[in-house]
C-alpha cells in the first residue's frame, strides 16, 4: 500500500504569547492542490498560525512543519517567499507609489547591462495580470490608485511570479463587496486547478462552503478537527466553532419604528453624494446597501461630518443639525468608522482606555475633569464583557489583540456612549459567528428601545436580517427605497447594479 504524503504536514505547534497561549500543540495535514479553510472564533489562533507558516512570527520550541517531507522552519518572511509559501494578509504589503508593475516584480526587474527594461517588465506583467482575467489592469497605474479587489489582483499576481505552490490568505474578502468576491473566487479555483495549494481563513461561512475541499477548525489554541468539507453541516461546523449549538442567525425583531428622528434633505457633495434625502425613525434599523463606490460609506461619513456638504440640511428632532464630530456628540449620534484600525481605535492605548474614550469627560471623569480609574475598570469591563473581548487583561494594548477582538474593541468603544442614533458602518466586518449574533441582537435591542440605528453593510443576508426599510445606492444616488419584508437579495443587487425604481 502506498501512503499519499501530505503537502504540508503540522505537527504539535504552538505559540505563547505574554498571558496568552495562542496555538497549544496543534498538528494537522495539509492535501496538495486543496483549498483548505481554517475556521474558528476571534482569537481562536489562525492569524498567528499563518504568521509561523509564512515566517513572520517563531513558534515555540518543539513545534514542527514539514513541506513535501522536508522541515520547513522559515526564519523570516523572505525564507518562506524562497520556499514558494506566500501570504496575502488582510492589511496588505503592496507600495501604494509605485506602479502595478514595478510591485508585482520588486525584486525580480528585468534589467539589461543594469537597466531596468521596462518593455519587457509590462510584457510580463500583462501576461501574468491576463491569467487572472485582468487585464484591464494598466501595468503603470500606481497601486494606491486601485480600489481593494483590484489591489487584491496585484497580490494575487505577485503570488504567481514568485511561483508559489502555496498560497495563504487571512480574511481575503474582509473588505471586497460581491462581485470583486467572485473574482478572487474564480481566481483561487483557477490557482487550484493549477496545482497550487491553498489556506484560506474567513468568518464567512458561505465561501467555505462554496470554495474550500477540506476544513480545519481551532477553538481557543487548540485543534479541533480536519475535515472533507463534505462531512460537515453548517451548524456543525458552528457548534466546534464556538463550543455551543447556535439556533439561528439572526434574532427575533420586536421593534416598531414611530416618530421621525432624523430628517435629511438635498445632500449633496461632488460626484459621492446625490441629492440624497430620506428620514429615519425611532426604532427603526435603516440600513443602506450598495455596491463599493456607491456612496454608501460616504453617506456614513457625511451624517457625521466626516465628509463636506455642497448642499443639503439635516435636523434632529425638528432641531437643525449641522454634521461635524461635535454637533453629533451633542445629539448623541454615535459613528463606528469602517476603518477601525486607522480610526476606531488607538493601537497603542490599553483596550480599558481605549473603551472609556468616547465618555472620558462624561462618565469617567469628576467635576475636576480627574479620571476615577474605578469608574473607567467599570465601563470597559461593561463591554468586554459584553463583547466578549479575549484578552488576558483590559491593560492589553490593542495592536495586541486579534483582528476581530480590535473590531469588538471599536464597537464597544461607540457603545459605551449610550446614544440616540448609531451610524454604524459594517458592523460585523471580521467578526466571528458567535458575536455577530450577539451585535446583531445587540443592535435589535437598541431599536426595540425606541433608538434609531443607519446600518451601513456589503452583506445582503444581515441587511435583510435586521433592517425594517433599505435605502439602495449607486453613484451617489439613492435608487430604490425598500420594504426589508417585501424585497430580496436579487432585487436590491439590481438596483445597487444602477436600476432605477
Ligand atoms: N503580538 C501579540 N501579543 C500578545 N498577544 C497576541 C499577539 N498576537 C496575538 N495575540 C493573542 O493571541 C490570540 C490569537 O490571536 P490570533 O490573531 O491568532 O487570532 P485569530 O484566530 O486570527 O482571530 P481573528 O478572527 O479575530 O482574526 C489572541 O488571544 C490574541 O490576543
Ligand atoms: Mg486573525
Redesign the pocket.
Known amino acids: 500500500m502506498t501512503v499519499v504524503q501530505p503537502f504540508l504536514r503540522i505537527h504539535n505547534l504552538s505559540k505563547t ?2 498571558g ?1 497561549e ?1 496555538l497549544k500543540g496543534v498538528s494537522f495535514d495539509i492535501c496538495r492542490g486543496h483549498v483548505h479553510a481554517l475556521v ?1 472564533e ?7 498560525l499563518i504568521k509561523i507558516l509564512a515566517g513572520a512570527v517563531l513558534p515555540e520550541h518543539g513545534s514542527e512543519v514539514r513541506i513535501d517531507g522536508k522541515a520547513y522552519k522559515p526564519q523570516n518572511p523572505a525564507d518562506a517567499l524562497k520556499a514558494s509559501v506566500s501570504t496575502i494578509y488582510q492589511n496588505m504589503n503592496l507600495m501604494p507609489d509605485r506602479t502595478i508593475m514595478f510591485n508585482i516584480l520588486l525584486g525580480k526587474e528585468p534589467a539589461h547591462s543594469g537597466l531596468i527594461d521596462f518593455s519587457v517588465m509590462r510584457e510580463k506583467t500583462q501576461a501574468v495580470l491576463e491569467t487572472l482575467n485582468a487585464s484591464y489592469l494598466d501595468p503603470d497605474r500606481v497601486v494606491g490608485s486601485l480600489k481593494i479587489g483590484e489591489k487584491q489582483v496585484v497580490e494575487i499576481a505577485k503570488a504567481l511570479i514568485n511561483k508559489s505552490k502555496f498560497l495563504i490568505m487571512d480574511e481575503p474578502t474582509a473588505a471586497l463587496n460581491q462581485a470583486e468576491a467572485e473574482a478572487l473566487f474564480k481566481n483561487i479555483r483557477s490557482l487550484r486547478e493549477s496545482g497550487v495549494t491553498i489556506l484560506y481563513v474567513s ?1 464567512r461561512l458561505d465561501e467555505i462552503f462554496d470554495l474550500a475541499d477540506t476544513v480545519t477548525v ?1 477553538r481557543d489554541g487548540h485543534h479541533i478537527s480536519t475535515r472533507p468539507i463534505g462531512e460537515v453541516t453548517r451548524s456543525g461546523l458552528v457548534e466546534e466553532m464556538i463550543g455551543r449549538k447556535l439556533s439561528s442567525i439572526f434574532p427575533d425583531k420586536t421593534n416598531h419604528p414611530g416618530e421621525e428622528i432624523l430628517r435629511v434633505e438635498g445632500l449633496n457633495s461632488g460626484k459621492h453624494l446625490r441629492n440624497i434625502s430620506f428620514s429615519l425613525h425611532r426604532g427603526e434599523v435603516l440600513a443602506v446597501a450598495g455596491l463599493s463606490g456607491s456612496g454608501k460609506a460616504d453617506l456614513g461619513k457625511a451624517l457625521f461630518g466626516a465628509l463636506p456638504l455642497d448642499a443639503g440640511s439635516l435636523w434632529v428632532n425638528g432641531r437643525v443639525y449641522h454634521p461635524s464630530p461635535s454637533d453629533a456628540f451633542k445629539n448623541q449620534i454615535i459613528f463606528l468608522p469602517e476603518d477601525r484600525k486607522a480610526d476606531g481605535v488607538i493601537q497603542e492605548l490599553s483596550i480599558r482606555r481605549n473603551l472609556a474614550l468616547s465618555v472620558l469627560h462624561t462618565q469617567v471623569a469628576d467635576k475636576l475633569g480627574i479620571l476615577n480609574t474605578k469608574k473607567e475598570n467599570k465601563v470597559a469591563q461593561k463591554q468586554i464583557k459584553a463583547l466578549e473581548i ?2 488576558p487583561s483590559m491593560e492589553q494594548k490593542v495592536s ?6 480590535q473590531q469588538k474593541v471599536a464597537l464597544g468603544r461607540c457603545l459605551a456612549v449610550d446614544p440616540e442614533i448609531f451610524i454604524l458602518m459594517e458592523p460585523t466586518q ?1 467578526i ?1 459567528v458567535g458575536v455577530k449574533f450577539e451585535i446583531y441582537q445587540f443592535i435589535l435591542q437598541q431599536a426595540a428601545e425606541d433608538r434609531a440605528i443607519v446600518l451601513i453593510s456589503s452583506e445582503l443576508p444581515e441587511i435583510l436580517g435586521l433592517a425594517d426599510r433599505i435605502l439602495v445606492m449607486n453613484e451617489g444616488r439613492i435608487t430604490a427605497e425598500l420594504s426589508a419584508e417585501k424585497t430580496s437579495q436579487e432585487e436590491i443587487l439590481q438596483y445597487a447594479l444602477g436600476e432605477s425604481e
Open positions: 504569547y505574554p496568552v495562542a474558528g476571534n482569537g481562536a489562533g489562525k492569524s498567528t468568518h481551532l479575549k484578552t495586541n489583540l486579534s483582528g476581530g477582538n471580521g466571528d
